[in-house]
């Protein structure tokens, strides 16, 4: 029984995905990209995004494909829009500082780490155009599900996407958890990133060795995306182990039937922890919680089982995520600590 | 039968590390480094450099194990000295100048990828010390087995490492090929490590799937190594993955054994090729061969089997390489083909 | 009559120092800071900051010496502390983050463009030490006079430097208005510089025609210094043009004189705005004014003065900022036509 | 009598350029660029070059010219062919690769500091386009007159900068000696530029305080490259100060007249070094010499001259350089110390 609740990326890799990869351990195979698998991979994410002239990059962390895809679309003295909490301003030591040459991270706030069009609007209007001085407008990165376990509808996307195309900016979706937000909202692959000019598709937190696509809408920066990931040091020689994860992860539709696996245990998770008394600190809409809980509560399953603390205190606000491995049974040995 | 000779990175995973991916693939594992198994990688290669002190990181590609290494030993303004030939040099897009923050490399010419200690002394005459108009000495970074597929003997990298110590710089290794440059010298690994700070000791080529170790020396060095590895987008989340490949690979002795089989196979097909008549450009001392052949000759074996072409012509230069899975049966009908 | 009230870098170099660059106007002068007249700059401004171990260098901009300064104090992995509208975040187009190689800018909000001591801790306590996912403390940055026109006090200055010494974070001042500063406080160079470790010490607002101190308290590092100068291009060749502006500016307590004339003048401004119904954004308390004026009263300046108008609407928010050079009679006119 | 010949930024400002500084110094001025000599300085070089769409920066260093220029040119991952003797490799402290993102340099040897068109060709065939594990080719920057004190003829020039338009590279001119080639070579400016598509109009060694000019020939890149320029801290508050140098400096071919002064005192001097057995480096052909002498020739000056000694030995390398001031007098007696 797996009762680490810490994170979508302490758990194994998805069986499918691991028999891909033994599969493919045979023979020789071109590297840097030139692998058998890589062509079918391409397809089938222009597929699922319905972009015809989509090209796909693979890199193995999820840092890694959201800073190529801002260093692809910002110049160095230009300005990310992002949340505060997002991924790319708190958990990535400044990656995108150094992938982007230095362009800065422009922090909006808002309620469960979502940005509303007029915070957006609001921030916008700070950073100058034209003038001389501050850096300029860039691109803005959104985040769904988001950092804080919620979700942007895709009405809340369409806005936000189209206030920055407005203003010539690009658009990235750090979509670590794509599937999850798909699973959630109960949408097409499309339809999630129809406003984004580049996504971050995740595949480690949701099944996965360690491979995320950066998927690119607009093909003819393909080849400057290429020599950005050479350049990264993330240009993988045995990059056929990068293709057969990625090609099984999206065969049959596996990507999709793990999130949503995951997405039911988060919320048959958050409804036993209502039920015992914690509360939400935001509306967990997908495979992530954060609520609080009293101490007591919290320490009667210290040892036995594990997940984020994000802070001390009476009633410490505590961080559970559910991967695609988490079972029914799990959830409630969980409770059941919790209850006591 | 793989006939493919283009790299020592187009074949596949060696089973026993397969087996431990495998193996490892259950249950929760903490990610980005604080596995179970990484304590004992540390420990494993703290042993085998004989460095009581050394601090170990994992990465998934060679280029960000020395570039991480090297931007760890200079500042921006010093320079890397280091062969016309070196991968860093010629093979990385300049992943060097993006990670040292734009420290520059002085190219020395050398037959066979070696650098003499002459030709060393006299590149860092030009390099001022206390000029403030040029940059400064930064490193020495040497490659064994070399480019060419040569060696550098254990006195040669003596005297190397020796001239840059004394002149205050940093010294790195670019062990890609580590295990077979021990293979074929016959030395231990703390010999062949004895004369630098840090080393990229390599995996992927020798059979692994994507790893490779930064070996640095100065333990002291390790918090900064850490924040320029997550800053770099090169810490896996599920590092696990990355930790049992490299204990499998130093387990028993495996790193080592790959490497003379490749090497025994580099040897065979050397004097093979020396048999039915082409020339080394170098003298092939590990598993990687250039040599000159009659046009003919390649065009024998062209659809049938796969090497490296370097330039074209009447006698093209061709660049072949043995991994660790090449059996006689290969190298010789390599050798047949060619023969016609 | 100058009625250009927009900036104090709108007026003329002042006499004595434009005396000092004809009179040095002559010979030959060794280059690159090596001049006669630069040992006494270093030493004036040594005792001026009773700092016996100072070193000092000097370049041509503002913005120059803020980002030198910064880029000798934090790695590329940290953040800096700064307010959100001050010069380094707001005017400098990213500067800060070239200069350091991409470290962050930790935004904090707070009254009159100053940072209150528990808004300090607050950021601080967000930003990790020793999590590896995000960026590090690396120094405390601070304006006075500030970018609003207010003043910290040295009891303000010492509890928040205190705050970022306990933390082991290094300390800057962007003294663009170290003088004027000065000249309002009352208090010596020494005491406003006390909490430091590097100054920008600015002339170029105050008189000077194009030159800024870098004062670093820690000799030690004027080696790095000077190398990061010349890499940023700010290196000049006939640098007795920089000296002789400083030698001048310093001569005499000339810099003082002229803060005290700018600050007189803009004092005087302000009550006078007062008088005639301006409101005061934030209390003005050197020479730069921030006042809300009603929009027919503006208007009748139009054409006739100049000045900063920060916003539109029936109420516009105006910067005035009154240099050396401000007469009163210049200062009445334009109360004059603003009353009408 | 100034016997300061070791360079030609040693020397005072031209009389006609101080002239203008001082009388540019009364009343206000707009900063960064905006004031009232900016725009003709701007039709001047578009005049000069025959550039209609031509912008210009100015800044206050070669350096910063070069840098920004090529900065403007070249993508981090690509590199710039130049002379190993180029100032951007050896006396910019790796401000191109700062400016750059960390492009690299390519080197490329010839006699006089000159490359020629088989050794740029060379060159460029080892560069991959299209390879991802190189770096691309990116810019040609060439340097008239050279480091050596040599020209490039016109026709050097335009089969060098045909070399790299063909295919597909941009050109930089470091013409920190513009002037003097033009007056060597009896060429006009436009006929200088011609091949090139930024140049860095060299003003400082020639008789201004501190200004180059960065004339780019497509103006359209003007809005990046100022803001490249305010991102490096080179943007002048005071810009007046740099606007008026310049154009004093271009009225009445002031540029052209200092630059004859000085080839003509380099020429005398370098007829006079033969006479008494001083033996050329390489050919002087504008104003600066590098000759071996006798030791005890250079003995008898010591302490009584001053030049550049590149070298220790019985035949030392010496550099001399005549700057605009240097009167024949000066040249003569310099020669009779010498000669004993």
């Known amino acids: ?15 499918p995905i691991m028999d891909a990869i033994v599969a493919a ?24 995004f319905d972009w015809p002239e989509a090209e796909v990059l693979l890199v193995a ?4 494909a959201n800073v190529l895809a801002l260093a692809g679309m910002v110049a160095p003295w230009e300005t990310i829009f992002a949340h505060r909490n997002s991924h790319i301003e708190r958990s990535e030591c400044g990656a995108p500082e150094f992938y982007t040459g230095g362009a800065k991270l422009t922090l909006i706030d808002g309620e469960g780490s979502r940005i509303a069009p007029d915070a957006l609007r609001a921030a916008m209007a700070v950073v100058g155009t034209k003038d001389i001085h501050g850096v300029q407008r860039g691109a803005l990165s959104l985040t769904n599900v988001t950092e804080s376990g919620t979700l942007y509808s895709l009405d809340d996307l369409d806005a936000l996407t189209g206030i920055a195309r407005d203003a010539g900016m690009g658009t990235h979706l750090d979509g670590a958890r794509f599937a999850n937000a798909c699973a959630a909202l109960g949408c097409s692959a499309a339809q999630l990133a129809r406003g984004f000019d580049m996504v971050s598709f995740g595949g480690t937190k949701n099944g996965c060795m ?3 696509a950066i998927v690119m809408r607009d093909g003819a920066k393909h080849w ?4 950005r990931r050479k350049r990264g040091a993330q240009l993988w020689s045995k990059h056929r182990y990068l293709s057969v994860q990625m090609a099984a992860y999206l065969k049959d539709g596996l990507w999709l039937e793990n999130a949503r696996t995951a997405n039911a245990a988060g919320q048959r998770l958050a409804a036993g922890l209502r039920r015992i008394g914690a509360e939400m600190a935001h509306e967990p809409q997908a495979n992530m919680i954060f609520c609080r809980m009293p101490r007591a509560m919290h320490d009667r399953a210290l040892g036995q089982a594990r997940y984020g603390l994000m802070d001390e205190g009476e009633r410490p606000l505590c961080r559970m995520v559910c991967d695609f491995t988490k079972t029914e049974a799990e ?3 969980l409770l059941e600590l ?3």
């Not at 029984?1 to 069986?15: E, K, Y």
Request: no cysteine.
């Open 25 to 48: 351990n045979t023979g020789a195979a071109m590297p840097y990209g030139d692998d058998d698998w890589m062509p079918g991979v391409r397809d089938a994410l222009r597929d699922l």
């Open 338 to 340: 919790l209850a006591g």
């Open 1 to 15: 029984m797996n009762l680490n609740f810490a994170s979508d990326n302490t758990g194994p890799v998805a069986q």
């Open 61 to 64: 962390t999820g840092t890694g």
């Open 331 to 333: 959830v409630d040995r």
């Open 224 to 227: 400057e995306m290429q020599l």
């Open 210 to 212: 360690g491979v995320e």
